[in-house]
């Protein structure tokens, strides 16, 4: 039965995700917002909203580990699995750009988490409000940047998807799917950890993160495949960034997170992984084809994410 309420779960909060990143992109239509913006922003929020569901969830049900296992875990995911992956199916350029603000951002929530969680193995509500207030200013300035280089939306190809009834109608959808799916996806992974012995932490770090990060792998495919190179890389970019700043933050304004010795241990761990493949894209966009994620870095990164998870489990 456990089994069944962790797919049924991961399948609710699939089109969760999907209804959400809809409702999301017809609303920036409506605003006019460029495609980066969009990626950064509003499909990146969406696409996090799965995460935000679980962890408050699990913060709620006291199960901090699983609850900070699925962010770590899904920021590792978003760059080694889900850019591997888009990659191998469309290789992007990265614009110079990118290095002075967007990666300099993930590194900065990476490394304050990092400092956050050794200070006590906990994040404390001050610490929740410093991280949604971190993610205040990064939008602030964001939006700034992007006045300063205003790029025109393209609403020819996407008219039908900014219908108010439609956002309206699958914000509620999404809502209500992403409430039921993490409630049988959290369920379900702590009744698997338990029958096979194994940590919330690990099941967080990967079974949950993986399902998690469903919605940021199925936007990017799509919007490498259409050539929306922008959305693609800005979408895995800005989730990372929201996850942290606002899954993690707004959890620990409403449950604060209490880490015991073992688990702490175990995240650790993979803390030097997501700080490591976030820092990853720096050297690789020098290596071969500058400003490139070629197919053969996107098989590099997929790989990692294999040994990852084999690590992962091999802790044990």
Known sequence: ??????????????????????SSVGLSLKLNLSRMIIGLTVVSFATSAPELIVSIQSAMDGLSGLALGNVIG??????????????????????????KFNWPW??????????????GNNLERWEGVAL?????LFLVLLIRRARKNPEAVDLEEVQDESKWWKIVLFLVLG?????????????????????????????GLTMVAIGTSVPEL????????????????????????????????????????????????????????????????????????KFEITRFKGALYVLSYAIFTYLAFNTL
């Not at 039965?1 to 809809?22: K, P």
């Not at 899904?74 to 290095?99: C, Q, Y």
């Not at 993930?106 to 200070?119: A, E, I, Q």
């Not at 369920?187 to 690990?202: K, R």
């Open 74 to 99: 899904s920021n590792i995911a978003n760059i080694a699995l889900v850019l591997g992956a888009t990659a191998l199916i469309a290789p992007m350029m990265i614009e110079k750009d990118f290095f």
């Open 218 to 289: 199925a936007a990017s495919i799509i919007a490498a495949v259409k050539q929306e190179k922008a959305i693609s890389l800005g979408n895995l970019i800005g989730s990372n960034i929201f996850n942290i700043g606002s899954v993690l933050g707004i959890t620990a304004v409403i449950e604060p997170f209490t880490i015991d010795t073992n688990s702490m241990e175990i995240l650790n761990n993979n803390l030097f992984w997501m700080i490591g493949v976030s820092f990853s894209i720096l050297p690789l966009a020098y290596i071969a084809r």
């Open 132 to 136: 949604v207030g971190l993610i205040i």
């Open 175 to 203: 809502g209500i799917a992403l409430w039921q799916g993490s409630e049988l996806l959290v369920n379900g992974a702590v009744q698997i950890a338990s029958d096979l012995g194994v940590s919330e932490d690990i099941i």
């Open 106 to 119: 993930m590194m900065l929530f990476s490394v304050v988490l990092y400092g956050m969680l050794h200070l």
């Open 1 to 22: 039965m456990s089994i069944f309420y962790l797919i049924i779960g991961l399948v609710l909060l699939v089109i969760g995700g999907e209804f959400l990143v809809r």
